[in-house]
């Protein structure tokens, strides 16, 4: 499975951005996908995921409420809708597929990851 995150970009504090990430290859539909990112200096961290079905989703606490993981299978493609964006929330954001039997937070359980977007949150 190859990867592509697109969307990112500079937008003002309380702004909105929809990321973007298209897979290819046939196994979409049967990956779990998530969302992590990385700020400057600090380390990778949890943001959301999703199911293979889209049934079930998680949010790391710091982004509950304002964003919202979806997926298309058909378009093989899953986004990232983020609202009420903060300064904190600046950082590279990728996408990532995991094939465990259950969904997961864990980064080591994902097994492919895209080349991540920027994004920058203004004050």
């Known amino acids: 499975v190859q990867l592509q995150a697109s969307g990112g970009g500079v937008v003002q504090a309380g702004g909105s951005l929809r990321l973007s990430c298209a897979a290819s290859?046939?196994?979409?539909?049967?990956?779990?996908m998530g969302w992590f990112r990385q700020a400057p200096g600090k380390e990778r961290e949890f943001v959301a995921t999703?199911?293979?079905?889209?049934?079930?989703?998680y949010y790391a606490d710091s982004v509950k409420g304002r964003f919202t993981t979806s997926r298309e299978n058909a378009k093989n493609t899953v986004y990232l809708q983020m609202n009420s964006l903060k300064p904190e929330d600046t950082a590279v954001y990728y996408c990532?597929?995991?094939?465990?039997?259950?969904?997961?937070?864990?980064?080591?359980?994902?097994?492919?990851w895209g080349q991540g977007t920027q994004v920058t949150v203004s004050s």
């Open positions: 999703i199911s293979r079905s889209a049934a079930t989703t």
């Open positions: 990532a597929a995991s094939r465990e039997l259950g969904v997961t937070t864990a980064q080591g359980a994902y097994d492919y």
């Open positions: 290859g046939r196994t979409f539909s049967r990956s779990h």
